[in-house]
């Protein structure tokens, strides 16, 4: 019987469905009229008052400030967990851990973000930047724990053990054995964190306080109370990093693929 | 005895960074949530010392009983509609050959990394009454001139389908690849048609993977705000854009606070069911693996 052809359309159909938005977006970028409806000759003049519009600096500043921080600071908290998940997995404080490293994976942003907001009310802190960055690695941590976790489990210990009985310290060892292997996967947890906490908008708005825009917040606004055909040029731009990002690391990834072979 | 305790020591000390971090912010939040329910709000924004039941009993507005009704009826559509599209996807990727099948995860995974908003953003351009697919549509004489493609909950359906469908196609996507397609080979030599071995051997050979997905896609879909903020109306609120509107410009924290106790437990049931489900089916399935 011949296979049937359904699945390939649907694929293929869907694989335009996802694009469609995105091209009719980026076309419209270069579209001189202020609405869009219509093709009125193609211009750069909305790239152009990107450019010139220094709040939008401003805010992908403190985005990639925020960014890194948070990157850094759960890449960090992040293994460390993950490795007491594994090395010490079944007792009953590993139960416990896996738990809340685990929920928050699994709770919607908005009930996060709500409750980052009660709770620093509470403690009366001051919200800004400050508290848009917290917010970040308590998210992030989680993300980077499940990614290093992953990469343990084909771990082996016995060569934790071999440099032990070799005379290794402890600082040593973590230092010249652990982390090189688990290089990888801190990495890749953290390139998720930092994508993550770059494109983040629901939790941030929820704490971000007065003046701590970040470039996710700033484009809210900017959808929400006006200025459509330079959202369009930013957006474009915004498209071109991630693609770019994303074929060199495949790139990357594929020769890297080919030569270990 | 010494090296146990030694070992002990050695766990509090690498489990407890991540284990505080959490605790106090994630936790403690999470309960704070609960607890803010039963305060009152204060003129500057925050909330009183005194326990009270006031917000408590405010949540009984006539109106959310509609909005918690939407919320749920439009985050199941939009899910089922996510699985079915993702279904036939898994199929097609787990047996397309290794090329393709990296070109088409390509293809899937790039959305996912690029901004949420503008993919949102980009809807709102594409349904705007003087956009692309109102022309398109109305050129193929499929609407009326005075239709409006956006800002009603089709719309909001629409989106969400559009930013949940990679969390419904890798979960499935990754069962497919363990499915042993000798199976559908075998229904079709016995006689079944190519349908019919789709939904009775490939889908319930996947069955840990759509449950995946549906939690993945469903509990987002819960405490959507985004979406239904920017695509949507009035008619289309759901209980995430509820909450921001009490947290936000009404100041109201306590009602916030109430609104979202109620989510949370809307959430319960259908993660509750996941993990029984999955305790069930696990046994179930390394059955068929054996029997395989």
Not at chain 1, 160 to 171: N, S, T
Request: with cysteine; hydrophobic share 55%.
């Amino acid at each position: 019987m011949r296979p049937s052809r359904v699945p390939a359309i649907v694929t293929w159909a869907v694989i335009l469905f996802f694009y469609l938005p995105i091209a009719v977006l980026v076309v419209n970028s270069f579209n001189a009229s202020r609405f869009g409806g219509t093709w009125e000759g193609f211009s750069f003049k909305w790239y152009v008052k990107l450019f010139q519009d220094e709040s939008i600096w401003m805010a992908l500043s403190n985005t990639l400030i925020v960014a890194a921080g948070a990157t850094v600071c759960s890449m960090v908290l992040g293994t460390c967990g993950a490795f007491a998940l594994h090395r010490y997995a079944g007792s009953k404080l590993q139960k416990w851990h896996y738990g809340v490293i685990y929920m928050p994976l699994v709770l919607p942003e908005i009930l996060m973000g709500l409750s980052l907001l009660l709770f620093f009310v509470a403690v009366r802190v001051q919200l800004g930047l400050w508290t848009i960055f917290v917010a970040h690695v308590t998210f992030c941590l989680s993300y980077v724990a499940m990614t290093v976790l992953a990469r343990l489990q084909d771990f082996d210990y016995s060569i934790v053990e071999a440099a032990q009985d070799l005379g290794a310290g402890w600082r040593v060892t973590v230092l010249k054995v652990l982390l090189p292997m688990l290089a990888p996967g801190i990495l890749a947890g953290g390139l998720l964190a930092f994508t993550l906490s770059i494109d983040d908008f629901v939790i941030s708005f929820f704490v971000a306080g007065p003046g701590a825009t970040t470039l996710p917040i700033k484009i809210y606004s900017m959808i929400k109370y006006g200025k459509p055909p330079m959202i369009n040029a930013l957006s474009a731009l915004l498209l071109l990093v991630t693609f770019l990002c994303v074929l060199v690391s495949q790139w990357i990834s594929h020769r890297k693929g080919k030569t270990g072979a | 005895m010494k090296a146990t305790a030694r070992r002990q020591w050695a766990e509090w000390l690498v489990t407890l960074p991540s284990f505080v971090w959490l605790t106090a912010l994630f936790v403690v939040p999470t309960l704070l949530v609960f607890a803010i329910t039963f305060r009152a709000p204060t003129p500057d924004g925050g909330f009183g010392k005194e326990w009270t039941l006031t917000t408590f009993w405010s949540l009984g507005n006539p109106n959310y009983p509609a909005i918690i009704w939407r919320t749920i009826w439009v985050s199941t559509v939009a899910t089922l509609g996510c699985i079915l599209l993702a279904t036939p996807m898994g199929y097609y990727l787990a047996k397309a050959d290794e090329r393709r099948r990296r070109w088409v995860l390509l293809l899937v995974i790039l959305p996912f990394w690029t901004s949420f908003l503008v993919r949102i953003f980009a809807w709102k351009v594409l349904l705007h009454p003087d956009g692309f697919l109102k022309h398109a549509l109305e050129w193929m004489h499929l609407v009326k001139p005075d239709t409006t493609l956006l800002y009603n909950v089709w719309a909001v359906l629409l989106v969400m389908v559009y930013t949940e469908l990679p969390f419904a196609i890798l979960p499935i996507y990754a069962a497919a690849e363990k499915f042993d397609f000798r199976l559908v080979e075998a229904a079709k030599d016995l006689g079944c048609g190519s349908f019919r071995a789709f939904c009775s051997v490939f889908v319930p050979g996947i069955r840990v993977g759509l449950l995946t997905a549906f939690l993945m896609v469903f509990i987002p879909s819960l405490g959507s705000y985004v979406v239904p903020d920017i695509v949507g109306g009035p008619t289309s609120e759901m209980l995430g854009n509820k909450i921001a509107q009490r947290a936000g410009p009404d100041r109201n924290l306590p009602h916030a606070a109430g609104l979202s106790a109620i989510l949370a437990v809307t959430m319960l049931a259908p993660l509750a069911g996941y993990m029984a489900l999955r305790k069930q089916g696990t046994p179930g399935s390394d059955l068929m693996e054996k029997g395989a």
